[in-house]
């Protein structure tokens, strides 16, 4: 916990019945933040993203953006591991070891959450529970939503303060929001 407001005595005490499992969201939340998975998914909606605005331009049926999308993610995930796993070997000058293929499946693994998120939305609008249309709408702002949202626990787990933070989160959601506007500009 270092780095936590619990370790350096600045949070707020902790009181009733909710208090053990407040402390076991916000630890679990922040190994998470603090692990290479952070990187790895953002990277993932970011490509999310992109491929959702591209679709949209001519829209396929939602159940075959739903694949596209986890399809491309999936390709995604495997170049990710395959490309770690080469240069790993050549710089170590030793093949992968079980533990190195479990770390290099993990993060890859994370690509693929990130970058085939949005396809949930599709399958929900393939089955008739939401418009293709909100699936879209969906699809754009949760991933712009997720991109900015590491940004500002990123800044704040960091030290920032919440005006800094918001500074950061916007900084790292120009680029999403960039993907956004440039496909709106173009269309």
Same mark, same amino acid.
């Not at 916990?1 to 936590?4: I, S």
């Not at 533990?99 to 770390?103: D, G, I, N």
């Not at 089955?127 to 249309?133: C, H, L, P, R, W």
């Not at 960091?158 to 269309?187: D, E, M, N, Q, R």
């Given at each position: 916990?270092?780095?936590?407001r619990?370790?350096?005595?600045?949070?707020?005490?902790?009181?009733?019945?909710?208090?053990?499992? $407040?402390? $076991?969201?916000?630890?679990?939340?922040?190994?998470?933040?603090?692990?290479?998975?952070?990187? /790895?998914?953002?990277y993932?909606?970011?490509?999310? *993203?992109?491929?959702?605005?591209a679709?949209?331009? /001519?829209?396929?049926?939602?159940?075959?953006?739903?694949?596209?999308?986890?399809?491309?993610?999936?390709?995604?995930?495997?170049?990710?591991?395959?490309?770690?796993?080469?240069? &790993?070997? &050549?710089?170590?000058? $030793?093949?992968?070891?079980r533990?190195?293929?479990? /770390?290099v499946?993990?993060?890859?693994? &994370?690509?693929?959450?990130?970058?085939?998120?949005?396809?949930?939305?599709?399958?929900?609008a393939?089955?008739?529970?939401?418009?293709?249309?909100?699936?879209?709408?969906?699809?754009?702002?949760?991933? *712009?939503? *997720?991109?900015?949202?590491?940004?500002?626990?990123?800044?704040?787990?960091?030290?920032?303060?919440?005006?800094?933070?918001?500074?950061?989160?916007?900084?790292?959601?120009?680029?999403?929001?960039?993907?956004?506007?440039?496909?709106? *500009?173009? /269309?």
């Open positions: 916990m270092a780095g936590t619990e370790a350096h005595g600045t949070a707020p005490a902790a009181s009733g019945p909710r208090a053990p499992m $407040r402390a $076991r969201v916000r630890r679990n939340v922040e190994a998470h933040l603090g692990s290479t998975d952070v990187a /790895h998914i953002i993932g909606a970011i490509i999310g *993203l992109a491929l959702v605005e679709l949209a331009k /001519h829209p396929p049926p939602s159940g075959a953006v739903a694949a596209t999308l986890f399809g491309s993610a999936v390709a995604v995930g495997l170049a990710e591991a395959y490309s770690e796993l080469v240069a &790993a070997d &050549a710089r170590t000058h $030793r093949p992968a070891d533990r190195r293929l479990r /770390h499946a993990r993060e890859s693994s &994370a690509v693929v959450f990130g970058a085939g998120f949005p396809a949930a939305f599709f399958v929900l393939a089955v008739g529970v939401i418009a293709a249309a909100t699936a879209f709408t969906l699809a754009k702002w949760t991933g *712009l939503g *997720l991109i900015v949202g590491y940004g500002f626990l990123g800044a704040r787990l960091s030290g920032s303060s919440i005006p800094l933070a918001l500074a950061k989160a916007a900084a790292v959601g120009a680029i999403g929001g960039i993907v956004i506007l440039l496909k709106a *500009l173009l /269309h």
